[in-house]
């Protein structure tokens, strides 16, 4: 390139874009243009590292695109490029452009400096005893942590762009030798064909490649680095996408939403016994309330005779039926627990708890409702959060008022039908060829048994459903 043409692309790329600047370097036989963006740079390495090695240059050579990128810059991370019409795009990526006259290739170099938290205890799995690292919104950071633990040679680490506009990168990771080859392939597949201007979180891959937002989550979400690489140890993909601290995990079964890290860490006794009750309060979640109205409305004689007079005469005030009692004590439950989770951090939890006190009392005492369904709410609202990860709580959270419905209408039949349909949705997804009910449908006792044990001195294969190319763990 000319020097005129070089000027024509730095006016070019200035009345597109205003934020990038030019600095010019006057030696003795040829200018020199850096072209960068401060905002997205380490101006420091450009003053050390580029700046100060060309000015510094007393050799008497010609100098070019090679030369200066071979024998003079200091900076690690360089390429020698080609097309002008590449460049404005290189420089929005973070990069330092070096463009020389009379040469028609230039310079680019990484410079990129993203402002970034440091890593921090994980706010969503929290554990007792678990590592404390958890990722963060920087790609680089969270590869980092996954590499400090898996220093395997056949862990493949791929990336893409994503997003014609903001160009999110994104990694696929996994074990080269242990994950399923069709489940790699259909993932990568099913990532390459986004074509959408922006990716801002890892919930819009997991929507894009989903298809959509299905009831039940068909992927997982992991925020500690351990428990992400614990996935891929068992030969699972993990998807880590720039600008998110939940890294994606597929494929992933109904069973493993209530399977947290420290359960692998810990007693086996406690974690057999920990995962059935998260199992117990699943099923409470789902069902309490629509227990309730079945026997009040529909079934009041399964009860002791003295325990009906005794229901009985505490919804004697109460002024509407037990299916609206059950429905406005559930909602005005989601709207106190969706309040919370807005409030500050610093009052949250002290007012959440104040509100729902005061308000259970209060309609109790005002004969709105009757205080076994302010109990049952309550013990609910609890329950739900013992599931280790919130996304398939938020489905059964929306199930629990169709299961409230159909009891309203149809009695314990509407119960056990809308229950039948719950059962027969899950058994009938997968989640990227994995069954979604595994390894409960299909059965396989070995691996029902290493769930629940969660041990790994007995973890001698990986799971059958899985169907990776290497099957032994020790």
Known sequence: MEEKDILEIIENISSSNRDVTVRKLTGDRVNIYILFIMQLTDRVRISEDIIKPILSYKGGFQLSAEKIGNSIIY?????????????????????????IPKDKNFIKVNTLKVEKRNV????????????????????????????????????????????????????????????????????KKRLSNIDIDGILESGHVQKLILGGSPLFPEMGVSERSDSAC????????????????????????????????????????????????????????????????????????????????????????????????????????????????????????????????????????????????????????????AAPDYSIMNSIR?????????????????????????????ASITSFGAPYTAPMAPFNLRDIIKFFHSNIVYEKERAAYLRTKDKKRQ
């Open 75 to 99: 900076t690690d991370n360089v390429s020698i490029e080609e097309g002008k019409e590449n460049i404005l795009n290189f420089i929005l990526q973070g990069n330092a452009i070096i463009l």
């Open 120 to 187: 921090d205890l994980p706010q969503i799995e929290t554990a007792v005893r678990a590592p404390k690292d958890s990722f963060t919104e920087n790609l680089d950071s969270n590869i980092s942590l996954i590499r400090y633990r898996i220093q395997d040679s056949s862990l493949s680490i791929e990336y893409l762009s994503l997003g014609k506009r903001t160009k999110t990168n994104v990694a696929v990771v996994y074990l080269e030798d242990v994950a399923n080859s069709d489940v790699v392939n259909n993932i």
């Open 230 to 385: 614990g996935h891929i140890l068992d030969g699972k993909v993990c998807i880590i996408v720039n600008g998110s601290n939940l890294a994606l995990v597929a494929p992933f079964t109904f069973l493993e939403f209530i399977d947290s890290g420290e359960d692998h860490y810990d007693n086996s006794y406690i974690s057999i016994f920990i995962k059935f009750l998260r199992i117990l309060s699943i099923f409470l979640t789902l069902t309490l309330s629509s227990l309730y109205v079945a026997v009040v409305a529909f079934h009041p004689d399964v009860l002791p005779s003295q325990y009906i007079l005794a229901l009985a005469s505490s919804r004697v005030a109460v002024p509407v039926n037990a299916f609206l009692e059950a429905f406005i004590m559930e909602i005005i439950g989601e709207i106190l627990r969706e309040g919370s989770v807005r409030l500050p951090r610093q009052i949250g939890p002290a007012l959440g708890i104040v509100e729902t006190i005061v308000i259970g009392q209060a309609a109790v005492t005002a004969g709105l409702v009757s205080p076994l369904m302010v109990i049952i709410v309550a013990l609910s609202s609890m329950a739900s959060f």
């Open 398 to 426: 929306i199930l629990k008022f169709m299961l409230l419905i159909f009891t309203a209408t149809f009695g314990v039949f509407g119960l056990i039908m809308g229950i039948n349909i719950i059962a027969i949705r899950m």
